[in-house]
């Protein structure tokens, strides 16, 4: 479990150089795919001037192709847990991000156009398509939905990809950028990435991707107010802590490193990302006989290749609280994935008089 | 260089002093009075023509300026001309004064509170931000007080759709002008014409439908006052003045749940979603929560931390199925015989709540074995009654077997709801009882109905129930037990298993559930069916404006549509027969009313807003066949161009939801909050209200050019005077101020100064408009129209006035009543909850279920033409397949395949969904018309058909428990028993 704390978060493994991370944990087990997150990040971040096709923030069908499409077999990362050397990676084509399609609504109300309400293109992909299909057959089939931001790495292998070094960690945050005026466009971060998380933007000529909405957290608005990123505020069921890494006394610490539940997705990329996912849990298969059964719905090993071999530990740990809550008993770790404290979710200004 | 430094300097504006712990909302104002209106006639509008997209790329010009003419010339990696070297950027970058691109995003002129009115139920308060005259987003205001910390935190309230709302503002689709039509209906080719055009034309039309005594062939539809009263009130008003018809809506969408009036007395009442938490068991029965309720869903899914067990029962593995503990898979269909299944066990074992059952219920009243009928105290000499009304007093036996009246039925009460007596017991009766009684008759043999409820459970052994439903015997006789077992037991119940036919027997067979258990009238109990929204929390107010005369010519909507369609012979020959005994009786309303030679005119005019009638109308080719062309005039208020609009004759723009004053409110939760607009409605539209109010000024106006006399209404004792009607539309009749109510803004403070939720009569506590636009206000009380107080501390739970209080519940028989003795009852054999195999070959002989379900990505037909959420979509209207019945028909996914039966045929394309059952053909339904190639519908497959049930009046001759009132009770427009077949595109049929 946990290792020693000696209260100013030195067993966590911060970037050198950088003062404090900004995380982010996400319990996929309240994520209903609703995508309230993906337009709340689109009516902000992403419309228009060529970024009508990003998804900064996207949630997609896991089991499924994701977006962009097959991004889980496109390279990019690190060779090795040393971070000596770059993997390769690929540039996904325009299709398998898909277009953002424009309609014909006015032909069709105004004009008198006898066509139907279509796409401007005959689209074959887009950042949903394979919304709720998921894998297996009824009654056993599975699925979940996999919400997906930048994971504002510890090792981020977009920085070691950039030729003319335009992305950076910010100090106080960790957050990771990419400099909108010193970036030539030349993709290769969108290659180095292997999240398939920073988008080329064709008008600007330069690559864009989530800036963990920094400007919400400074309190740059009128009012000066802070704000959690609009995906996180945003979300219906809340499914999405956010404070610091080493801050020992928020849950985020807790859930990474103290109880394990809370794991980065495809940690053998070795960027070390600081979006940590809850893994989800689903009700048991049935029988031919329409039995419930003792059986996972969702097969471990998936979930093994999703988030590596600590998900079972992960799993149990979840399962084991929730039998002692169950049984009338209290949970420390049930309580904080629960959204009965406001105050709690979102912790970032703790270090503020550091 | 910390960007914290700036997030720490908090200035002192925080300028509401609440100790709540909410730092989290900007300043939200809402500026006095109305608008500015635009100029009226030619529509030289000053604001409102920059569209949203030539905005955005306005922003998007000054980002590509922003970051420097570099980027055009300077493009090579080795030319950094006087550019520092960057070491490692990790932590340490030295030209970070360009992240302030980002940070001018993050600016905006004016927030305004607002939300959307949508028949969803989720009455989501959010913040509208502006940014140089335009909305630019929103994001909900999260600011809901808490009233119990134990609870999950209630904010946000909120979805995707609601998240874009704003796109709608300056979208494509916004009518901005009135507008006449020139083509066909459905062609879309218009002419615009001006304001005074437009009234005028339909002011016309009116006064010479009043004149000719056709006041009842004008017909307004608009549902759910709950999401915007005043705009349901504005032209329900005006139609109101007419002697107008107004339409029923929760029936007609099959929204309404008939077993909630048949047993309860009640048109539903369910317990706030806050509630859920408290629940140690709960099955999501065909409520697709996760989808359906986004803004509740939190409830649900926090529940399982909190040792909740969550069941949930659907026909797919369903989005909401993922988030369960349990999963249960009955046959579509058969969710009667899973219930009654569960019924047995828990009956038969013994985990029945007998004290509850006694008391609370109709289980120990005496039934007459030679009719069927309960036995009363008019029929038995031996028992002495006090009772106005002796035929409607029921009889027990007590522990001595001596026949004992049922306090609190009928008989002793002042009409259906009387709180003056008492259901509580002085004996104890039996529940299992069975003697011979000497009658007026003779001898009868005559037993509780709980002995009949046994016999008919008996038939659900556990091989039939898993042969009928497919469910493993040990798994539903397991959740069975732990339901009864646990303490607080409650079942969420959704549309999915109120769209069938037989929807009443499968409402009676899951409430019998709760009730067997005593799971009623607590916290974290009850069944909640949260389908539609049938109610409005401040209900005298809202009832008061939107019909100020008191006499309202309601209209069960099925019926009507059914009837002017004409397919009353749609169904078999009895059935047929009972709508028109129905019609005949007086049991079920329809308008025009029969006139005095027998003759009945057709429906002539309607108006729709809020609402997109045509394309969610069942019978869709019969609707379009039939009874469009009756009508001469069709009038669709809309900010956007939707299927109804499309097939109107007159178009009138309306304000969108952020351009206006109104409330909002749900039965989800208990808290009111406003509209307060934004920005000026666009081009030249107006508010509802304005809309209706100006139409009354030009009806007063023609009239009086005319010299128009007062009529007397043919049905209620009243005139109609069309001299006076813009006088009587603006005139408040509880003060009697003329005047009183020509704006928005003051319609909204008469509701809530009208209402005992929002100004007690007990109490100096009262709720302004200004006082929601601060913050969602919490109802202070419940009036009539609710079950339960609304009580500080706890989430609203219904049924604690017969549960707790021991009022009478407002049924004949004063208690939860599973036996009905109606004579259509017991002929068809429905007094008790039975399962009966629905309609067959319904749109012909097929082999796959057609189911329409209510989606992710829009609420009906709203949003279902939105760009930004159809591009998270497939971009056209798609139909979920199992991948085994698409291999056998040849058809992959992303093919264009026809869905077919006997009566349309409807293009669309083929997802392929393994968490499908075989069998079932699912199309997420409530595309609108224009997005389908050909002239047909999502609808267009399914025919109406009514179930006689449905169409009764009980009592027979007073009707006291079932009559027809709009959304209380009337036939529900049912459609899940439709027969269909796909093909791939171009396919022949066999």
Known sequence: MSTESDGNGESVDLAEGVDHQVAMVMDLNKCIGCQTCTVACKSLWTEGGGRDYMYWNNVETKPGEGYPRDWENSGGGWKSADHSERQPGEIPDQEDYGEAWEFNHKEIMYDGSDQPLRPNSDPEWGPNWDEDQGAGEYPNSYYFYLPRICNHCTHPSCVEACPRKAIYKREEDGIVLIDQERCRGYRYCVEGCPYKKVYYNATQKTSEKCIFCYPRLEGEGPEGETFAPACAEECPPQLRLVGFLDDEQGPIHKLVEEYEVALPLHPEYQTQPNVYYIPPFAPPQHSEDGETTGIDRIPRQYLEELFGERVHDALDTIEREREKVDRGGESELLDMLTDTNPARKYRMEVFDDG | ?990
């Not at chain 2, 739970?797 to 939860?816: C, L």
């Not at chain 2, 067959?840 to 930004?868: A, Q």
């Open chain 2, 1 to 990: 260089m910390s960007r914290n430094d700036t997030a720490h300097d908090e200035t002192a504006e925080e300028s509401d002093a609440s100790d709540r712990d909410d730092h989290r909302n900007p300043e939200v104002g809402d500026p006095a009075g109305e608008p500015a209106q635009p100029v009226d006639d030619d529509g030289s509008v000053s604001s409102g023509s920059v569209s949203r997209r030539s905005f955005l790329e306005g922003l998007g010009v000054a980002s590509v300026l922003g970051i420097g003419g570099a980027s055009a010339t300077d493009d090579s990696l080795f030319e950094m001309d006087g550019l520092q070297t960057v070491g490692d950027p990790i932590g340490d970058y030295p030209y970070r004064d360009w992240e302030d691109l980002y940070r001018e995003e993050w600016d905006w002129d004016s927030v305004s509170r607002s939300t959307h009115s949508v028949n969803c139920t989720g009455s989501c308060s959010w913040n509208v931000y502006v940014k140089n005259g335009q909305v630019w987003r929103e994001e909900q205001a999260g600011d809901y007080p808490r009233f119990d910390e134990s609870l999950p935190d209630p904010n946000p309230r909120g979805c995707q759709k609601g998240a874009c709302y704003t796109d709608y503002v300056n979208a494509d689709q916004r009518i901005k002008h009135p507008l006449k039509r020139v083509g066909e209906r459905g062609e879309g080719k218009w002419k615009r014409i001006s304001w005074d055009e437009a009234l005028t034309e339909i002011a016309e039309h009116v006064v010479d439908e009043v004149q000719d005594g056709r006041y009842d062939a004008i017909s307004g539809f608009t549902p759910i006052p709950a999401m915007s009263p005043v705009s349901f009130a504005s032209g329900s008003r005006l139609i109101n003045l007419l002697g107008g018809v107004s339409h029923s809506f929760y029936d007609w969408y099959s929204d309404l749940p008939p077993g909630q009036p048949i047993t309860w007395g009640t048109q539903t009442d369910n317990a706030e979603s806050a509630d859920w938490y408290n629940a140690d068991y709960i099955i999501a029965w065909g409520s697709n929560i996760n989808v359906t309720r986004i803004p509740d869903a939190k409830y649900f899914l926090d529940a399982g931390y909190n040792g909740t067990k969550r069941v949930g029962v659907f026909t797919d593995y369903s989005q909401t199925a993922i988030h369960t503990d349990e999963w249960v898979s009955p046959e579509p269909g058969t969710d009667t015989a899973l219930a009654l299944g569960m019924a047995q066990t828990i009956v038969d074992e013994g985990l029945h709540d007998e004290a509850h059952l006694k008391e609370q219920t109709d289980m120990p009243l005496l039934v007459r074995q030679d009719t069927g009928k309960f036995l009363r105290a008019s029929e038995v000499p031996a028992v002495n009654t006090d009772a106005d009304r002796p035929e409607w007093m029921l009889l027990m036996a007590d522990s001595d077997g001596q026949l004992r009246e049922a306090p609190g039925s009928l008989g002793e009460r002042d009409g259906q709801k009387d709180y003056s007596k008492s259901i509580e017991l002085d004996f104890d009766p039996q529940l299992d009882a069975e003697q011979t009684v000497h009658t007026t008759d003779g001898s009868v043999r005559v037993r509780t109905v709980w002995n009949e409820l046994r016999d008919e459970l008996a038939q659900y052994d556990p091989e039939t129930v898993h042969e009928e439903t497919g469910v493993g015997t040990e798994t539903y006789q397991r959740v069975a037990r732990e339901f009864a077992e646990v303490d607080k037991a409650k079942i969420i119940q959704g549309k999915g298993v109120n769209d069938w036919y037989h929807n009443d027997l499968g409402n009676r067979a899951i409430q019998l559930l709760v009730t067997l258990t005593g799971n009623l009238g607590r916290q974290g109990t009850g069944l909640d069916h949260y389908v539609g929204q049938e109610k409005i929390w401040t209900f005298h107010g809202w009832k008061t404006l939107s019909f100020p005369t008191g006499k309202v010519r309601g209209v069960p909507t099925t019926l009507w549509t059914y009837y002017h369609a004409g397919i009353l012979d749609n169904t078999d020959e009895d059935t047929a027969e009972k709508i028109r005994e129905s019609i005949d009786k007086d049991w079920m309303p329809v308008y025009p009313e029969e006139r005095s030679d027998g003759s009945r005119p057709d429906p002539s005019t309607m108006f729709v807003w809020r609402g997109n009638y045509f394309n969610q109308a069942k019978g869709n080719v019969a609707v379009e066949d039939e009874l469009w062309p009756k009508l001469d005039l069709v009038v669709d208020i809309n900010f956007r161009m939707d299927s109804t609009a499309m097939y109107s004759d007159i178009v009138l723009p309306t304000a969108s939801h952020y351009e206006k004053h109104d409330l909002s409110m749900t039965d989800m939760h208990t808290y009111v909050h406003p509209f307060t607009p934004a920005v000026e409605p666009l081009g030249e539209s107006k508010t509802d209200w304005q809309i209706f109010r100006e139409l009354a000024a030009k009806i007063q106006e023609v009239a009086t050019e005319r010299g128009v006399e007062p009529i007397d209404d043919r049905k209620f004792d009243r005139e109609i005077d069309l001299t006076t009607i813009y006088d009587d539309y603006v005139r408040d009749w509880a003060s009697g101020e003329e005047d009183a109510l020509a704006e928005d803004r003051a319609a909204c403070e008469y509701i809530l100064e009208h209402s005992e939720e929002s100004n007690p009569a007990d109490s100096d506590e009262q709720i302004t408009f200004a006082d929601t636009v601060e913050e969602p206000k919490r109802l202070l009380e419940s009036g009539d129209h609710w079950t339960s107080d609304i009580e500080e501390g706890e989430a609203y739970t219904p049924w604690k006035d017969f549960v707790q209080d021991k009022n009478p519940w407002p049924t004949a028989t004063g208690r939860q009543q599973y036996y009905i003795d109606h004579d259509w009852f017991l002929e068809l054999g429905e007094q008790l909850p039975t399962h009966k195999e629905g309609p067959t070959n319904t749109g012909g002989d097929y082999p796959m279920e057609y189911n329409t379900p209510h989606g992710r990505w829009s609420i009906h037909s709203t949003w279902r033409d939105s760009e930004k959420l159809l591009r998270l979509q497939r971009g056209e209207p798609v139909v979920y397949l199992h991948p085994e019945d698409a291999a056998e028909r040849g058809i992959e996914d992303g093919d264009t395949v026809e869905v077919f039966n006997d009566l349309a045929e409807v293009e669309l394309q083929a997802k392929l969904y393994p968490s499908s059952q075989r069998g079932t053909a699912r199309m997420y339904f409530a595309w609108e018309r224009f997005q389908f190639p050909g002239d047909t519908d999502f609808n267009s497959l399914v025919p109406m058909y009514m179930k006689p049930t449905q169409l009764v009046q009980y009592p027979e001759d007073t009707g006291e428990h079932l009559y027809f009132f709009p959304n209380y009770w009337g036939p529900t427009g049912v459609n899940s028993d439709v027969r269909v077949d796909v093909r791939k595109q171009g396919g022949t049929n066999e």
